[in-house]
């Protein structure tokens, strides 16, 4: 099986920043994209950013220009650098990965447990 696992979350004040950091281990032939997805309070599940396995990103426009997707392919590990934090970042974080565990098999969604990040005005 696959899983993911974060870290990084926790809690800052406005205008700080944070680094979340999500790697997937198990049965791993290939991983597709990567990403981040965040929860807050009484909300719907969002898309924050993604980034393919060739590099390219896209960012919700809430974030774009303060927060930067990375990964490092041989780590299985993506990375979410997140600046200017703002209150209205605060949310529960989510790793995302779309992964193949055999050659020519099928693509799975697989998700973090999350990782609280909380801005404090």
């Known amino acids: 099986q696959v899983s993911l696992v974060e870290s990084g979350g926790g809690l800052v004040q406005a205008g700080g920043s944070l680094r979340l950091s999500c790697a997937a281990s198990?049965?791993?032939?290939?991983?597709?994209?990567m990403g981040w997805y965040r929860q807050a309070p009484g909300k719907q599940r969002e898309l924050v950013g993604l980034i393919t396995s060739g590099g390219s990103t896209n960012y919700a426009d809430s974030v774009k220009g303060r927060f930067a997707i990375s990964r490092d392919n041989a780590k299985n590990t993506v990375y979410l650098q997140m600046n200017s934090l703002k209150p209205e970042d605060t949310a529960v974080y989510y790793c995302?990965?779309?992964?193949?565990?055999?050659?020519?098999?099928?693509?799975?969604?697989?998700w973090g447990q999350g990782t609280q990040v909380t801005v404090s005005s």
């Open positions: 198990g049965s791993i032939f290939s991983i597709k994209d």
């Open positions: 995302y990965a779309k992964i193949q565990m055999r050659w020519a098999g099928p693509e799975y969604n697989y």
